[in-house]
């Protein structure tokens, strides 16, 4: 299983991202080892019927079922298997069902404490992951070792539009069978930090994500000033000129608020980075400074949510 900062690493745009990485894991299909690559239209999908009459007995009433959750898989899914498990996480968080879908895996000391409202606070990042879960991921095997096992699952790559096999792993947990998509640590600190988790996951990419946009907002001014007989713009005029990417306008997508303070001579300047929502978007203020005979400089603090200028 990949660390946290590797997952960070991998997947998170450092300017645009607003979804958790454990669970971007999975809907990256990079779980697991990859193994044969193919188009959609290869993949044949036994088609079970399913009896439109109503079962006459139990037997009937189970194998209808089996047949149901089979639809679109490669294999039969029986009631409560790993692979069904597999599949009812995906259905709910295509669904929205965020809060069911991650009681099903090993970060629930994460989510089973968390209020409507709180729940309401993360579903910017949340919903994200619900435009990443694709209509059709035919589960195409499942291998149960004791209490230990792996489905695999085709996943489309979102580059080729191919599908690529994917290792999902689960873990039988008082007769449950849970999705692992926290690593060990990820899971000691679910289990550590409770209801806070994702919050402080959550600010821990805003860090890095403003530490990102700082950094572009810096090599945008050097291009600017390049233009403009040494001159700096401010924000708006770096957005406008695709300098800066639209993301720096509002905290909705980063979490942060981004300014950028000039000089009356336009000289030298200041780009600042101050938590939307102190505590919950972030807690660090940043600031990317420089004078007319230094170097841009990044500088960070806790502030309690107000700007560093200084």
Do not use: C, W
């Given at each position: 299983m990949v660390s946290n900062?590797?997952?960070?690493?991998?997947?998170?745009?450092?300017?645009?991202?607003?979804?958790?990485?454990l669970l971007l894991i999975f809907l990256a299909a990079s779980c697991g080892s990859k193994a044969k690559t193919e188009s959609a239209a290869e993949v044949k999908s036994e088609k079970v019927p399913?009896?439109?009459?109503?079962?006459?007995?139990?037997?009937?009433?189970?194998?209808?079922?089996d047949k149901e959750r089979s639809k679109g898989a490669m294999i039969k899914i029986k009631e409560n298997s790993p692979a069904d498990t597999v599949r009812v996480f995906y259905k709910r968080l295509r669904a929205k069902q965020f809060r069911e879908a991650i009681m099903l895996t090993n970060l629930?000391?994460?989510?089973?404490?968390?209020?409507d409202s709180e729940m309401k606070d993360l579903g910017v990042d949340f919903g994200f992951l619900?435009?990443?879960?694709?209509?059709?991921?035919?589960?195409?095997?499942?291998?149960?070792?004791?209490?230990?096992?792996?489905?695999?699952?085709?996943?489309?790559?979102?580059?080729?539009?191919k599908l690529e096999t994917a290792e999902i792993k689960l873990r039988k947990d008082k007769d449950i069978w849970i999705v692992l998509?926290?690593?060990?640590?990820?899971?000691?600190?679910?289990?550590?930090?409770?209801?806070?988790?994702?919050?402080?996951?959550?600010?821990?990419?805003?860090?890095?994500?403003?530490?990102?946009?700082?950094?572009?907002?810096?090599?945008?001014?050097?291009?600017?000033?390049?233009?403009?007989?040494?001159?700096?713009?401010?924000?708006?005029?770096?957005?406008?000129?695709?300098?800066v990417p639209q993301d720096a306008k509002t905290p909705?997508?980063?979490g942060y608020k981004y300014d950028v303070l000039l000089a009356e001579d336009h000289t030298t300047y200041t780009a600042v980075a101050t938590p939307a929502e102190y505590g919950k978007t972030g807690k660090l203020s940043f600031a990317l400074k420089i004078t007319k005979d230094k170097q841009p400089e990044l500088i960070f603090k806790d502030l309690k949510g107000r700007p560093l200028k200084n």
């Open positions: 900062l590797s997952i960070n690493r991998l997947f998170f745009n450092p300017i645009t991202s607003t979804a958790f990485l399913v009896s439109k009459s109503e079962p006459k007995t139990e037997a009937e009433r189970i194998e209808i079922a629930r000391p994460a989510i089973e404490g968390l209020t619900a435009q990443r879960v694709p209509e059709n991921m035919p589960i195409n095997g499942e291998i149960v070792t004791g209490d230990t096992a792996t489905v695999t699952v085709k996943f489309p790559n979102e580059e080729t539009k998509v926290a690593d060990g640590a990820g899971e000691k600190m679910a289990k550590r930090e409770g209801k806070n988790y994702f919050f402080a996951l959550r600010m821990d990419v805003h860090h890095k994500e403003a530490k990102a946009m700082l950094d572009r907002i810096g090599k945008a001014q050097m291009i600017y000033s390049m233009k403009n007989n040494g001159k700096f713009g401010n924000l708006e005029t770096l957005i406008n000129k695709g300098f909705l997508t980063t």
